[in-house]
C-alpha cells in the first residue's frame, strides 16, 4: 500500500501566490484521492508490490487507471517539496540551480519565460517540468498530458515541475494559467532543485 507525503507547510504558507482553500482542496480533494484510487486499482489489478518510481517507469504495462492515479500521486508528492512558504525577500534561484539555469537558458529572466512558454502550450491539463538525463546530463524543459511525467518515457531525474492542471489555480486565477505560474516562481524550493543536481556536479 502506497502513502500519503505529509504537506511539508501549512494550507495558508504559499499565500499570496497560492491561496488557503486551493491547497487543501489540493491535497485533501485530488492528491489523495489519487492515491485512494491507485491502492484499490493496485489491490483489484494484482500488481506487484514496488516503489511507486519503479511502477512509474514501468507504467505502460498497467492499466490507464494505475497510469493515471500512479501519476497523479508520485507528481505531486514531488510537487509538494518542490515549493516552499513565501518570503518577504525576491525567491531567486542559486547555487546550483542557478549555474544549470545560466548555462541551458540564458540567465533566469529567459527561463521563466521559456516555462511560461510550456505551461502555455500544454492544452489542458498536465505539467511542466525540468528534467536532467541521467545518461548525458542534458538539461530540458518538457511539458506531459494529465498525470504523465517524463520518468514514464526518458530516464531522466525531475529538477522541478509545476502543475498546470485548472484544480492548481483557479480558485485564485481563474483561467489565468500564465498569472500563476508567473507568481508560482515566488514560490519555488530551489533547495530541491540543488538537492537533485547534487549527484551530477563534477560529472
Known amino acids: 500500500m502506497y502513502l500519503p507525503k ?3 507547510y501549512a494550507y495558508s504558507s504559499l499565500e499570496p ?7 487543501f482542496i489540493h491535497y485533501n480533494k485530488h492528491y489523495l484521492t489519487y492515491l485512494k484510487n491507485l491502492n484499490e486499482a493496485v489491490e483489484k489489478e ?3 508490490k514496488m516503489p511507486i518510481e519503479l511502477l512509474i517507469k514501468s507504467i505502460d504495462n498497467y492499466s490507464s487507471t494505475i497510469r493515471n492515479n500512479a501519476g497523479g500521486y508520485y507528481n505531486h508528492s514531488l510537487f509538494w517539496y518542490m515549493l516552499k512558504p513565501a ?3 525576491t525567491n531567486e534561484p542559486y547555487s546550483l540551480i542557478k549555474n544549470v539555469i545560466d548555462k541551458n537558458f540564458g540567465g533566469y529572466n529567459n527561463f521563466q ?3 511560461l512558454e510550456a505551461a502555455k ?4 491539463s498536465g505539467w511542466v517540468w525540468l528534467v536532467i538525463s541521467k545518461r548525458t546530463g542534458k538539461v530540458m524543459i518538457t511539458e506531459t498530458p494529465y498525470q504523465d511525467n517524463p520518468k514514464m518515457y526518458f530516464d531522466v531525474d525531475i529538477i522541478l515541475g509545476i502543475d498546470v492542471w485548472e484544480h492548481a489555480y483557479y480558485l485564485k486565477y481563474n483561467a489565468q494559467r500564465e498569472a500563476y505560474v508567473k507568481n508560482i516562481f ?5 533547495e530541491y532543485c540543488n538537492k537533485v543536481l547534487e549527484k551530477y556536479v563534477g560529472k
Not at 17 to 23: A, G, P, Q, R, V
Not at 121 to 124: S, V
Open 17 to 23: 501566490f497560492i491561496d488557503e482553500e486551493t491547497m
Open 6 to 8: 505529509k504537506l511539508p
Open 121 to 124: 502550450k500544454r492544452f489542458g
Open 186 to 190: 515566488n514560490v519555488i524550493n530551489w
Open 87 to 89: 518570503s518577504r525577500t
Open 113 to 115: 519565460k521559456l516555462i
Open 46 to 48: 494484482k500488481v506487484k
